[in-house]
C-alpha cells in the first residue's frame, strides 16, 4: 500500500487504522492451522499459506490484513505430537468475534482467508453466514486451496496426487518463505500416484483438482490418519517435486485471485448493522 508502512493492522497504530479506514473498508482474516506436515516442514504451514497470500493480495488491493489465527480444525491430525487444534464450533465462533470486532471499527467487507486447505471450511463458512445474517456485512470465505486451483494445476509437474498434505505445492510454500524451518533431508520423497478419476479417500473435495471424481465424506480416527500416512511421515504427496520458485509462483497466482475477490467485493453495495459488545 502506497505510503502505509504495513498492510498488517497489528504493525500498525490505532490512528493509522482509524485513518486507513477513513478511506476503505476492507480486511482480510488469514486463518490457519498448527498440525503436523511430515519431518521436513513446520507445524505452522497451513497459516504461512494463509498469512502470506493474504499479505500479497492485500499489497495489490490495498486494503487491511487482521492479525494471523494460528488454530484450526485439526482433528485428523491429532496423533501427531505438537499438533494444536480447535473443535469446530470453536473456531466458528473466535471467527465470528474477530469479524464483529472489525465490523464495529468500520470494517464492511471482509474476506476470511483460509490457510487449513478445505480442512477449516465448514467452520469458516457457517462464521460468514452468521457475520452476514447478523450485521449485513459482506463476509466471504476464501480457500487457498480452492481459489486458483486451474493456475496450481499448470504449475505442478507430478502425476495428479502430488500436491497432497506436505507435497508439491505445501512443501514449495515452506521453500520459498519459510525455508530456514525446512529441512529436506528429513522429506520422505517418492510417491505412489493415484489414477486420475479415483474417488476421493477423505471428502467431496481433493488437494488437487487433477483427482476430481465421484466421492463420499468420511473423516478418519487420528490413528487411523497416522497409520495410512506414518511410512511417509505423514506426507500425502511428492515433496521432491517442490521448488522455493514454484512456490512463489503458486502464491502469486492465488494472492491475484483473492485480490480480485477483494475489487469484486467493493463493488457491491453494503448496509451494515453494528453489533452490540458483548462481554
Not at 482480510?28 to 499459506?49: C, F, S, Y
Not at 529441512?183 to 477423505?202: E, Y
Not at 488437487?208 to 500416512?229: I, K, N, Q, S, V
Not at 517442490?242 to 494472492?255: E, L, N, P, Y
Amino acid at each position: 500500500m502506497p505510503g502505509r508502512p504495513s498492510v498488517w493492522m497489528q504493525e500498525l497504530s490505532w490512528d493509522e487504522i482509524a485513518a486507513h479506514l477513513g478511506t476503505d473498508d476492507v480486511a482480510l482474516v488469514p486463518i490457519g492451522a498448527t498440525e503436523q506436515h511430515g519431518h521436513h516442514a513446520p507445524l505452522l504451514l497451513d497459516t504461512g499459506w494463509a498469512s502470506v497470500v493474504a499479505e500479497e493480495a492485500a499489497k495489490l488491493a490495498g486494503c487491511l490484513v487482521a492479525p494471523p489465527m494460528h488454530y484450526g480444525w485439526s482433528h485428523g491430525h491429532m496423533a501427531f505430537p505438537g499438533t494444536i487444534g480447535l473443535k469446530a464450533e470453536t473456531l466458528t465462533a473466535v471467527a465470528v468475534d474477530i469479524g464483529e470486532c472489525l465490523i464495529r471499527h468500520g470494517v464492511r467487507r471482509i474476506v476470511l482467508v483460509n490457510g487449513n486447505r478445505m480442512a477449516n471450511l465448514a467452520p469458516m463458512e457457517i462464521a460468514a453466514v452468521k457475520l452476514r445474517m447478523s450485521t449485513g456485512a459482506l463476509v466471504a470465505v476464501a480457500d487457498c486451496g480452492l481459489l486458483a486451483r486451474e493456475a496450481i494445476a499448470r504449475l505442478a509437474e507430478g502425476a495428479p496426487g502430488t500436491l497432497g498434505h506436505a507435497g508439491e505445492s505445501e512443501t514449495a510454500l515452506v521453500l520459498a518463505y519459510y525455508a530456514h524451518l525446512t529441512d529436506m533431508a528429513r522429506a520422505p520423497g517418492g510417491f505412489v500416484p493415484t489414477p486420475k478419476g479415483a474417488a476421493p479417500r477423505h471428502g467431496h473435495h481433493t488437494l488437487d483438482p487433477r483427482l476430481d471424481g465421484d466421492g463420499f465424506y468420511l473423516p478418519a480416527l487420528p490413528e487411523e490418519f497416522r497409520a495410512r500416512t506414518e511410512a511417509r511421515q505423514g506426507v500425502v504427496g511428492d515433496d521432491s517435486l517442490a521448488t522455493a520458485g514454484k512456490g512463489r509462483a503458486m502464491v502469486a497466482a492465488i494472492a491475484g485471485r483473492l485480490a480480485g475477490v477483494v475489487a469484486e467485493l467493493r463493488r457491491m453495495p453494503v448496509s451494515v448493522r453494528v453489533p452490540p459488545i458483548v462481554a
